[in-house]
């Protein structure tokens, strides 16, 4: 696991990052040239943490970043997750329960992949 995200409904982010910075006493800096994010940070050490704009209900979501997206999607399905999209080389699934979870290609450095990957059988 790699991010958590607060999705919130694109006209009230900016209330939302000022809300969740304020409130966890944290800085925040706009994500380079993806505009709908914004990270909180050092709001979960060892996570990347970000209000992220969206065109739906407010939500949290995590993002589980791999360096196989498509066998890690595989086997979250084999586990009962249904894909609900894709975008960007990533993948968008439902868990057992309803939750959404983003499985991602490795954005952090290979050092700190590395240290915290998991193989699976």
């Known amino acids: 696991m790699s991010t958590f995200l607060i999705d919130v409904p694109t006209e009230q982010a ?11 006493g944290v800085e925040t800096e706009a994500e380079d040239g993806q505009p709908q994010y914004t990270v909180l940070k050092d709001a979960l050490p060892g996570f990347v943490t970000a ?15 791999t360096d196989d997206v498509a066998a890690e999607v595989a086997r979250l399905e084999a586990l009962g997750a249904v894909e609900v999209s894709s975008w960007q080389g990533g993948h968008t699934l439902r868990a057992p329960g ?24």
């Open 14 to 24: 900016g209330e939302s990052v000022a809300f969740w910075s304020a409130a966890l």
């Open 51 to 65: 209000i992220q704009a969206v065109d739906d209900q407010p939500r949290y979501h995590f993002d589980i970043e």
């Open 98 to 121: 309803g939750h959404l979870v983003c499985v991602i290609p490795v954005h952090t450095t290979p050092e700190y992949f590395a240290g915290r990957a998991k193989t699976w059988p």
